[in-house]
């Protein structure tokens, strides 16, 4: 495949610090590409085949059917999966929904199904085609959003973005730069400025965070009727996790540093009251608390993740990668089954049973956390697909001025095995990314340019990573500093290589009611409770399942607080076919425990923790901690035991 030029950001478009190399440029190896192929022989690759809301009577595909989000949320992650695994199975059934919207825009300019006049299900399409456009150059794509976004500013002052549409604006503004930044239409930077103009304000919702406690159905009037209103919409998991790249993308167009910076405040204030140990921000499906018997939803796990792929490239700030990373490799996996046909709606970092159950859940229905076709509701069965093609197009970014290519280099934002072939000054670059990461510390890059040429890599160094070495050809860098991207300077010829050695000592974080979770790398680690998955009835090509607890799960554990990883004990064995699977895990933890008989469980749910530290009379037992992506019934914060 021929190198991709980088579209940068388009004056008076404020640069942002990074860009994102042009879909294709990076592609997965190893153990993600196992990974995608997992996804795209599961529910990702079959879901039109058995799942009628995006089967041949989509209204997206012209039929009567299911015409509103759910054909183009599909889109969103299948047109990803389907080209960078080059699949010609996969490309063929997204095309058919890529033709059907190319070749039918109304001609006001509207796109998509002529049954509903909603602007929210069309943010969605314009991802997908934004994405399509940049795999295939299609030349039909770029007409057709024009005349979409025309029609469109002309429209909104009569009939202005309302509800979903109001609330996720930021994620159209996405596609309206994308263009801008192609064809240079200053009508844009209008449309831009009306979206920002009528979209919620999530930047003055975090400026002074007023949602502190888990909220109810009564503080949301959710029984009210006449459907969700702002304050409901204001405190959704969704709604929020896209919210979370308001402040980057819009600064863009603003040049408001406030704004850049909106996004890590954003984070800081849902990890201070909703803050989970998989990296999560409880929402089932409203904000919910620290209680790590509380949800998340997977449309905001696959959501919250692409807000920190773009926050990461606008920012280059090094802390969206350790996020970023923390959620792919955690609460992604953990929701899904090994094979990718069943998922989860909301999932729990202290998940003991996964049956039909209405506790803890704010609002959610009893199906909740099931695994399964479409548990609750199915609008993650449509959405989760974006979730690992995304990340694995998202590994590499460029670094470099706006105006010129003079300063041009590449940015190691996140890790995991993968090829990027790109163009630096006319110049085409070739990096080989080996590695085991995350389930080991060692990262190793072959970098392969068709002649020698100087350039700067930045290399993320994550903040849980003190003590990290770089080496070029065997001889070591300066020692980087955790927390920040190394930078290293080299006339770069064919077979250089960099290593770069990530310290993977086991270390504690401290939760809800002073509990303590354990972390090693980006990797959370789970007790592992034993698991009986009962089918609850056939979904077409796939099942819904109930898992239900056969072994005890009340552990606190005893750990040294001042030297964490004294108490822990590291075993690794060969990674296998299935990356998170709980058959085959890769690492494993040990760490001395006792039984707290007055913990249990209550309708499906383990009641909240006790405070720590908490004493125990019984039995001192050596648990086994295994990677949360592969426990699907898990204990992740734990009690610890006094002394
Ligand atoms: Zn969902």
Redesign the pocket.
Known sequence: MAPTPVVKDRAPLHSGALYSLQLGSTRPAGWLRRQLEIQANGLSGHLDETWPDVGPNSGWLGGTGESWERGPYYLDGLVPLAWLLDDARLKAKAQRYVEWILTHQAPDGMIGPASNDDWWPRIVALKALTQYHEFTADPRVIPLMDRYFLYQLAQLPSRPLRDWGKFRWQDELLSVIWLYNRTGSPYLLDLARILHQQGYDWMAQYANFRFKEKITAEFIKLNEGGGLKDLALATHG?NNGQGIKTGPVWSLVSGSETDREAASKMIAELDRYDGLPNGMFSCDEHLSGRDPSQGS????VVEYMFSLERALAITGDPAFGDRLEKLAFNALPGTLTDDMWAHQ?NQEPNQVECSLHHKPWVSDGPESNLFGLEPN?G??TA?FNQGWPKFAASLFLLSGGPDTDAHDGLVAAAYAPCEVRTNIRGTAVRISEETDYPFRGTVKLTIDPSSPISFPLQLRIPAWAAGAGITVNGRPEPQPSAGSFARVEHTWKSGDRVEINLPMQPRVSRWFNDSVAVERGPLVFSYSIGEDWVKLRDRGMTADWQVYPTTPWNYGVSVDPSNPASSLRVNESEIGAVPFSRQNTSVELHVKARKIPAWRAEDGAADPLPQSPIASVEREEEITLIPYAAAKLRITAFPILKA
């Open positions: 969704v939803e997977l449309c905001t709606y509701f609008c993650c959405n």
